[in-house]
């Protein structure tokens, strides 16, 4: 039997396995085969081949943070309802309908709210960078914080920790009356 297209079946992984049959005496077209690779290259051709179905590349960036992906989300929505009205006042003045007025103007308003939007986007992924550390400049605000945080915590823990050795000393070493 020769078969010369390739059959397909889906494995039971994520894999599609490719078998090809050919019969050892036929040549592929184009190229040569001596009498040694001839048992050799059926023997290949008969192996299953493994494809992956698809191939993941590694992201190129890092997740946005949660605040910052929820602001950039509701800037999208907006912009795109204010899209949508623009058209419908631009339809509806085209049309001459009485619904031209109060869109175009409610497009104005959502214009403002759509800047207001964005900005938002800006300013929380400002906020977030600085709050978190992400900016690794010398000045940076959240690298201060941290500093004096971590100053704060070590002169209390030295504080707990002379209290306690005062604590333990209290009794021993000394008379029963001053």
Do not use: K
């Amino acid at each position: 039997m020769t078969v010369t297209a390739e059959q397909r079946e889906v494995s039971r992984g994520s894999a599609a396995v490719h078998r090809v049959r050919r019969e050892p005496g036929v040549r592929d077209r184009d190229i040569p085969v001596g009498d040694g690779e001839r048992a050799e290259r059926a023997e290949r051709d008969e192996r299953p081949y493994y494809r992956p179905l698809w191939v993941e590349d590694p992201a190129p960036r890092r997740r946005m943070p949660d605040p910052v992906r929820t602001a950039a989300v509701r800037a999208v929505l907006i912009v795109s309802v204010t899209l949508i009205q623009a058209m419908v006042a631009f339809l509806c003045t085209l049309a001459g309908a009485w619904l031209a007025f109060p869109m175009v103007i409610s497009s104005v308003v959502s214009v403002v709210v759509a800047t207001w939007a964005a900005l938002d986007v800006w300013v929380t992924r400002q906020v977030w960078n600085q709050r978190h550390g992400v900016v690794s400049t010398p000045a940076s605000t959240a690298r201060s914080l941290r500093r004096e945080r971590r100053a704060a915590r070590r002169q209390a823990r030295s504080a707990e920790r002379a209290q306690a050795r005062i604590r333990r000393r209290a009794g021993a070493g000394q008379l029963s009356h001053p």
